[in-house]
């Protein structure tokens, strides 16, 4: 594949005939420079049953397809929720994906802009996703679609820390979600004794 965009890749909901040992091959793959600098990543640590659970759970796994090759997959959790009189209907973007060879083609972005695209026609607003603090290019992502910084945590099953991204129709709620995320940052990594 050459550095520009490849029109030949697709993006689509994962076929019957993608198996959950192909997304985790695929997902450890992806990771596995991650892994190599000593990030213990638990979305390319987990099993094969621990996967097939996790996307069972009203989750639409989407796959790149180069021809017959997967090249990349990310999935999208549907939640609906009754808080008070409110019925909240959101999406957590997670278990993203590219083949190392496919990196730099825009395909992270494809597959973000369809999940998006698809949860929109379905009436979904709220979207949100907790990549890694030191992933600068994901955080791009979110940030030029809109995603705000709202949240920091530190998952037992991974060694470094995630900013939390969302985006709301409501410009107030995304402002105010947004200012407090400093305050919040600081206070989980005095929580782990880290010094800013």
């Known amino acids: 594949m050459s550095k520009e965009y490849n029109d030949n890749i697709v993006i689509i909901e994962k076929p019957d005939n993608i198996s959950y040992e192909q997304i985790q091959s695929l997902l450890h793959s992806a990771h596995g420079s991650n892994k190599e600098k000593g990030m213990k990543y638990g979305v390319a640590d987990q099993s ?22 997967m090249v990349g997959t990310m999935s999208f959790r549907y939640a609906r929720k009754r808080k008070a009189f409110l019925h909240i209907n959101s999406i957590y973007m997670q278990l993203l994906g590219v083949s190392p060879d496919c990196k730099g083609h825009h395909i992270a972005d494809r597959l973000f802009d369809r999940g998006i695209k698809d949860a929109e026609e379905k009436g979904y ?44 129709p409501y410009k107030l709620v995304n402002k105010v979600l947004a200012s407090r995320y400093e305050g919040i940052r600081k206070k989980v990594r005095a929580e782990h004794n880290l010094d800013d």
Not at 49 to 60: A, V
Not at 129 to 158: Q, W
């Open 48 to 69: 094969v049953e621990e996967l097939e659970k996790e996307l069972s759970r009203n989750t639409i796994c989407y796959v790149a397809m180069d021809g017959e090759k």
């Open 125 to 168: 607003k709220i979207f949100y996703g907790f990549p890694a603090e030191d992933n600068l290019i994901i955080h791009h992502m979110y940030l030029k679609r809109g995603f705000v910084k709202a949240s920091y945590t530190k998952y037992p099953r991974n060694n470094f820390f995630s900013v939390g991204f969302i985006r709301t």
